[in-house]
């Protein structure tokens, strides 16, 4: 009961960022499924099944805050379900000592894209209101989902930050059409790993506990879209997920560190998870001043950060 409990939790942290960040659900409920010792495919198949229910919550919440585009979740959406299920059954054939590894390694990638990009560069918002084609939405959509399937987490990592970097959408509209088309993701991830793995390697009490934490959380999300600012929640969100996977590998026969090893190696991630956090802070803040808006050269538009999460107001200029 009390590792249901704590799932649910989880759920509940992971959908509340994914839903605010349009990332990081899968990652941090996969990386912590792995840190309690979980097969690398049951993992990421126990997450995706959650997530059928989660991002089917989370896109109705954004969808009724205004927050989705259809054109963009149909064009991302159909190749990335092609990816989770191509990933899903590539995930299934894989052992258990080579994959955990593997899918730590990647999700450590994601991390440190995730902590990297929010917490050092700034979203453009200088190409709003052009199409995004889809000669771009497929081929991203294919690579997001494969590695959604296989990392048990990728979709909001790679299409979020993809899109918003185009500058072509408002980032409440990303984060809201990411989460939404992460819906077909998730079912094709899903019979992916149901034909691969069968029912039994699917942990239904756990997917059941994710789930309800993340039920809870998903139409808060969609509300606080509007309100927190990406760069601070995706510093701390990716340093967690750096931790949680490097902890993985230390710990795994490829390193197979010792204690003072990793406890060394853990205390310098802190400090410096601790300092990106801190150094987006107060990048939010200086960005979100009214002297930092008012000396914008003129014409120029401002990051979301000093605009505020939907990034709809540019500078000196209200929506």
């Known amino acids: 009961m009390r590792t249901l409990i704590l799932l649910a ?33 049951a993992a990421s198949a126990t997450v995706h099944l959650a997530e059928i229910g989660t991002t089917l919550a989370s896109g109705a919440a954004h ?11 149909a064009k991302i959406g159909i190749p990335g379900a092609v990816g989770a299920f ?7 054939q894989l052992s258990t000592d080579l994959a955990k590894p593997v899918m730590a390694l990647i999700l450590l990638g994601l991390g440190v894209y995730v902590l990297g990009r929010f917490t050092f560069m700034g979203l453009p918002t200088g190409n709003l209101g052009k199409p995004l084609r889809k000669r771009f939405l497929s081929p991203l959509g294919v690579v ?13 990592p790679v299409g979020t930050p993809a899109i918003l970097a185009s500058g072509r959408l408002e980032p ?24 691969g793995l069968g029912s039994e390697g699917i942990n ?32 701390a969100v990716g340093g967690l997920i750096i931790l949680t996977n490097v902890r ?32 987006a802070v107060r990048e939010h803040r200086r960005q979100a001043s009214p002297s930092a808006v008012g000396a914008a050269p003129a014409g120029a538009v401002a990051s979301p950060d000093a605009a505020g999460p939907s990034g709809r107001e540019e500078a000196g200029v209200a929506p």
């Open 144 to 156: 997001a989902g494969f590695l959604d399937a296989t990392g048990g987490g990728g979709w909001g």
């Open 248 to 279: 993985t590998l230390l710990r795994s026969d490829w390193l197979a560190a010792g204690d003072g090893t990793q406890w060394a190696v853990y205390g310098l991630l802190y400090a410096l998870w601790a300092a990106a956090v801190a150094y």
């Open 9 to 41: 939790l989880a759920g509940l942290g992971a959908q509340l960022v994914d839903g605010s960040l349009g990332m990081a659900y899968g990652v941090t409920s996969t990386s912590l499924l792995l840190a309690v010792g979980t097969n690398p495919a």
């Open 63 to 73: 969808w009724r805050f205004g927050n989705v585009d259809w054109r963009v979740v």
């Open 86 to 92: 191509a990933g899903a059954t590539v995930l299934s």
């Open 172 to 195: 409440r509209k990303v984060i809201g059409s990411i989460d939404t088309s992460e819906f077909l993701v998730a079912v094709a991830a899903s019979a992916g790993f149901l034909l």
């Open 204 to 235: 239904a009490s756990w997917a059941v506990a994710l789930l309800v934490g993340g039920l809870i959380a998903a139409p808060l999300a969609a509300w606080l879209v509007r309100h927190v600012p990406p760069r601070v929640l995706g510093s």
